[in-house]
Nanobody, 115 residues
Framework: QVHLVESGGGLVQAGGSLRLSCAAS????????MGWYRQTPGKQRELVAS???????NYADSVKGRFTISRDNAKNTVYLQMNSLKPEDTAVYYC?????????WGQGTQVTVSS
């Protein structure tokens, strides 16, 4: 099993930056893939960014060039650096880990971008 704890959400003005952190309960280099998803009311959860155990990153088109996902294996933590934030980035952001054919989720952290 993998227990995930997110932090770093909050309220920011458009154009600002936030960094989300996701701390895992196990060594993350053993986890196939980790990522960040987001969800707004009435919509499906969508992939924002993911990173494999070998460090290959993937991004949604809507965040390319603005968001960066990274991992610190020594701290068992994955980060999402979000720059040039837009009001449409407002959502609950969830950390995800895909491990041994199962998806694990954090509790979510709210990101609100004001115009």
């Amino acid at each position: 099993q993998v227990h995930l704890v997110e932090s770093g959400g909050g309220l920011v003005q458009a154009g600002g930056s936030l960094r989300l952190s996701c701390a895992a309960s196990r060594t993350i280099f053993t986890i196939n893939s980790m990522g960040w998803y987001r969800q707004t009311p009435g919509k499906q959860r969508e992939l924002v960014a993911s990173i494999t155990s070998s460090g290959v990153a993937n991004y949604a088109d809507s965040v390319k060039g603005r968001f960066t996902i990274s991992r610190d294996n020594a701290k068992n933590t994955v980060y999402l650096q979000m720059n040039s934030l837009k009001p449409e980035d407002t959502a609950v952001y969830y950390c995800n880990a895909f491990f041994n054919l199962f998806d694990y989720w954090g509790q979510g952290t709210q990101v609100t971008v004001s115009s």
